[in-house]
């Protein structure tokens, strides 16, 4: 077994949920597992249901890809790929382990500053959703 293989693709599972809030300054503390399986350079698109999902750069065509095969008919992809893609933006983590948020993807998932938050570790990737968004998405499925 090849270890390194092994540690690289721990790395790129993030899991779990961390509560917190959206900074004044428009910007969240991610939590270093996060960022560690993010890595440091990062694409921020405005997604499903009113999340952002934050994606590891170099994954931004394979998600692109990976949409565009989903969905029940060619337009409905086409209009999920449109919205990730018109509305991703690059991002980095400063020093202190925060991401700054564009206003555009604020809006798009509701967040004011001091908005209560959860960051889900979904995979590869990671969704910023606002407290509120969250708990209708927990109701509606």
């Known amino acids: ?3 390194s293989a092994s540690l690289s693709e721990k790395r790129r599972s993030c899991w779990g ?3 917190t809030t959206l900074r004044k300054d428009a910007r969240v503390h991610i939590p270093e597992r996060f960022r560690l399986c993010l890595g440091e350079e990062v694409v921020m ?3 499903k249901d009113h999340a952002i999902r934050v994606i590891p ?3 931004l065509e394979e998600w692109r890809a ?6 029940p ?3 409905q ?3 999920a790929v449109r919205t990730m893609l018109a509305g991703a933006e690059f991002g980095h983590f400063d020093s202190k382990g925060c991401l700054a948020l564009t206003a555009a993807h604020r809006e798009w998932a509701a967040l004011a500053p001091q908005t209560s938050l959860r960051i889900l570790g979904v995979g590869d990737t990671i969704e910023i ?3 509120a968004e969250w708990e209708v998405y927990q109701l509606q499925t």
């Open 77 to 79: 992809s086409a209009s």
């Open 17 to 19: 949920v961390y509560e």
């Open 129 to 131: 959703w606002s407290q």
């Open 1 to 3: 077994m090849d270890v």
């Open 57 to 59: 750069v170099e994954l």
């Open 73 to 75: 008919s060619p337009g």
């Open 66 to 71: 990976a949409l565009l095969s989903e969905g």
């Open 45 to 47: 698109v405005c997604f």
